[in-house]
T-cell receptor, first 113, second 114 residues
């Protein structure tokens, strides 16, 4: 298994600002992902974080809004840029080795005011 | 393409009663199937998984699920509900098209009454 540490755990931000969320895994993993979970809803995949190259974004998500870095096999960041109240959500980091289950961090609860 | 359908956004049971949460999947290849639980203000925790082999899978906290290929189902059960089981439960599938990125269902909120 993998233990994923995500921070901050929660934040309240002003609209128009940006927030960077950090994700640290305690072991080397093949795959890292970022999900969004809006209130009362399921998880929506934002992107796959690729080590040393640009992230792979899902339909509806763009790099300018959600820049992602993954400098090594155990660390990734997600930035939510130019935030609006519609960005208020839970953001979850996930990691896996590709053919087993995905592990999740505790999530970052973001409120944009 | 792969997808998951969870029937019932809310399931309400009495403490001590059987828990049954339904999950049907769509996948073009033998799938990997998962159930996750999310307690309030927490991330997702894996309850159990099916990859290959025995179709009845036992997980943590007394939960189990059975993979039924003919019915494309992976329902989650627990013989006797505890108050502490109240949470959101997500079914997920991966493996289709060579993708091991899980696709999640919409989730089922389990409510346990005393």
């Amino acid at each position: 298994s993998a233990v994923i540490s995500q921070k901050p755990s929660r934040d309240i931000c002003q609209r128009g600002t940006s927030l960077t969320i950090q994700c640290q895994v305690d072991s080397q993993v093949t795959m890292m992902f970022w999900y969004r979970q809006q209130p009362g809803q399921s998880l929506t995949l934002i992107a796959t974080a690729n080590q040393g190259s640009e992230a792979t974004y899902e339909s509806g998500f763009v790099i300018d809004k959600f820049p992602i870095s993954r400098p090594n096999l155990t660390f990734s960041t997600l930035t939510v840029s130019n935030m609006s109240p519609e960005d208020s959500s839970i953001y979850l980091c996930s990691a896996g080795t590709g053919n087993t289950e995905a592990f999740f961090g505790q999530g970052t609860r973001l409120t944009v005011v | 393409a792969q997808s998951v359908t969870q029937l019932g956004s809310h399931v309400s049971v009495s403490e001590g009663a059987l828990v049954l949460l339904r999950c049907n999947y769509s996948s073009s290849v033998p799938p990997y199937l998962f159930w996750y639980v999310q307690y309030p203000n927490q991330g997702l925790q894996l309850l159990l998984k099916y990859t290959t082999g025995a179709t009845l899978v036992k997980g943590i906290n007394g939960f189990e699920a059975e993979f039924k290929k003919s019915e494309t189902s992976f329902h989650l059960t627990k013989p006797s509900a505890h108050m502490s089981d109240a949470a959101e439960y997500f079914c997920a599938v991966s493996g289709s098209g060579g993708s091991y990125i899980p696709t999640f269902g919409r989730g089922t909120s389990l409510i346990v009454h005393p």
